[in-house]
């Protein structure tokens, strides 16, 4: 080590002791804690015998106060606001449906030949999503049914069909019947609801179904996601076709401006709805978006009455699908039910229903795979259009030959456009061109291509 390494080596053990005895933090001095004194544990006897009845005291509502209550709200039907529940199952090739006898309700669909995107059973609705009240007029009271133990019977098969009857009696000959019939295959559920001796001071029974519709696929928001694609449709009873806002993030509701034929919630790939024998009065709709909570797309609700009047002339029919949103199927269900699959505008809906469709159907009572499916009518449809993209290529090649022509005839007439133009419409019947030839068979192939790109998703 050299004289200047050592001097150095000094310097900078001279700065660090100077640094730390003169800047280094002081140590902060303890803080002495006085101990707090342990609270006295004070023992209080206690009189046993008090605290035992203190402790033992139940109160203990009277039956008859239990009796007067349910008089007050069920009127003569208060001997059928307790009971035991008891549930029963329907099911046919397609749908498993349990209705319980509180309420004569339905409490769970299930679509048997459908899973979600997890792999699992297919419910479309069950008694956590789904709540109906159903209101009754008995004279000054609206008796909400859905609380009432009905009498169920037993069910019965006939004809293909299973049937089971669901009564509630009162001790002065009022009565009310349910009555739910499944088919044998289908994915439709009837119901006839029957009235005796019941009148009130309001004339209409009236229904409040809510829905929280449940997400069964993996995309829930996005374009072509399940929250976009989710919402009310109706058919008013002048036939017009109408539906609430599918991809507004507000709050959308609606009064109908007259009665309806049927009402559903619509989903991406999936319908509940409820169709009318006659019409539904006074409908309202609305649908929500529930903050927070993905496992569930929108909150659907309707409301309608149906007047008293025709309950007491011998019943009144309803018929409730759950299904599928195949337009093959749902256009059997009732006038333009089958709107309840979008398929574009009206011009782009036509080729979907007479040309898309049925090859699809076709092709799937054959294949299974969806893919191939789809492969095989790109091919069809392509080959429907070769005809037209046939024309459109040899007057594409036919005005690639005459381009050299043209490069000329724009050399030759300069900057004179309308010398231009009749050379170059000389050249074009010399040659037997039609420059349009190319693009309307192009144009023709629009609407089918549209058609297509509106039918896969939905």
């Known amino acids: 080590m050299d004289r200047n390494q050592a001097l150095g080596l000094i310097l900078i053990s001279l700065i660090l002791v100077s640094y730390f005895w003169f800047f280094a933090p002081e140590p902060p001095e303890r803080e002495v804690l006085e101990q707090e004194p342990k609270p006295e544990i004070v023992e209080k006897e206690v009189d046993t015998e008090e605290a035992y009845t203190q402790d033992t005291s139940v109160t203990v509502v009277p039956d008859s106060l239990i009796e007067q209550e349910n008089i007050d709200k069920y009127s003569v039907f208060a001997q059928a606001a307790e009971g035991d529940q008891n549930d029963i199952a329907l099911e046919n090739e397609n749908i498993k449906v349990i209705i319980s ?11 048997k030949n459908y899973k979600t995107y997890q792999k699992e059973p297919l419910i479309l609705q069950d008694f956590q999503s789904s709540d109906k009240n159903i209101l009754l007029p008995v004279g000054e009271k609206m008796v909400n049914l859905s609380d009432l133990y009905f009498d169920a019977g037993e069910p019965i098969e006939k004809n293909d069909t299973t049937s089971i009857t669901f009564t509630v009696n009162s001790n002065d000959g009022k009565k009310i019947t349910y009555t739910y019939i499944l088919p044998a ?19 209409a029974l009236v229904v409040k179904w809510i829905n929280r519709l449940k997400r069964f696929e993996d995309q829930i928001d996005g374009r ?12 008013l009873a002048d036939g017009t076709f109408d539906h609430l806002s599918a991809s507004s993030d507000d709050i959308e509701e609606s009064a109908l401006p007259q009665p309806a034929k049927w009402v559903s919630f619509k ?13 539904f009065e006074d409908v309202k709709v609305k649908t929500s978006i529930p903050e927070g909570d993905t496992s569930v797309v929108k909150i659907a609700e309707m409301s309608y009455k149906i007047p008293l009047a025709k309950l007491n002339e011998g019943g009144y029919d309803l018929k409730y699908f759950y299904g599928p949103n195949n337009y093959q199927v749902l256009k059997k269900v009732t006038d333009q039910f089958g709107e309840n699959v979008y398929l574009g505008w009206a011009i782009f809906a036509w080729v979907n229903k007479f040309l898309i469709i049925p090859i699809f159907n076709f092709l799937e009572n054959y294949i299974s795979n969806y893919g191939i499916i789809i492969m095989i009518l ?9 005809p037209l993209s046939y024309k459109s290529y040899v007057s594409m090649a036919k005005m690639k030959v005459l381009k050299p022509e043209l490069d000329r005839l724009k050399e030759k007439t300069g900057d004179d456009m309308r010398a231009m133009q009749q050379e170059q419409m000389k050249l074009y019947q010399q040659a037997g061109v039609n420059p349009l030839s190319g693009c309307i068979p192009m144009l023709l192939q629009i609407p089918i291509l549209f058609a297509m790109f509106n039918f896969f998703p939905n």
């Open 185 to 203: 295959e289908g994915f439709q559920l009837y119901k006839d609801i029957g009235v005796e001796n019941i009148s009130g001071g309001s004339s």
């Open 378 to 386: 790109v091919l069809i449809v392509k080959l429907i259009l070769s």
């Open 224 to 235: 072509m996601g399940s929250r976009v694609n989710t919402t009310i449709n109706y058919t």
């Open 267 to 279: 989903q991406k790939f999936f319908t509940s709805g409820v169709i009318s024998s006659s019409q």
């Open 101 to 111: 006898n509180k309420g004569g309700m339905i409490k769970l669909v299930e679509l």
